[in-house]
């Protein structure tokens, strides 16, 4: 059975109260991922592989060390990344996908590609209402 088929098949069945429930296996999908730099930092250690702190800093450009560790630690918490520690002077920690966190990589693939197609009509929509949905 393809990771597919059990996303089919645990969608037909009633998770507590229908698809997209509170407690529905597919909110806690978003919810994982809803982190604006969750996603960022999966897709770089799927491209790049296991990767220090400072190297997904460099990689990533625009967050800063506190919130890449926030991040690498919600990750770490959800199943996604591992975090490795070596017993090295100084002491040397690097980060990996999990299989969770490289079964991801696809989705996040797809995201990447819907906004690629879509994101020049979200962005006008967006300038075309301001602040609106603020």
Known sequence: MGTE???EDRADHDLG???FAADCRA????????NRWDSVVVYVLGECGPMRPRSLLDRIGGLSPKVLNESLRRLEY??????RRYAEAPPRVDYTLTEAGTALLDPIRALGAWAAVHGDAVLASQEL???EAS
């Not at 909110?27 to 809803?34: P, S």
């Open 129 to 131: 209402h301001g602040d």
């Open 5 to 7: 088929d059990v996303i």
């Open 27 to 34: 909110r806690l999908a978003f919810e994982v991922i809803a």
């Open 17 to 19: 109260g229908g698809l």
């Open 78 to 83: 959800n199943g996604l990344v591992e975090r």
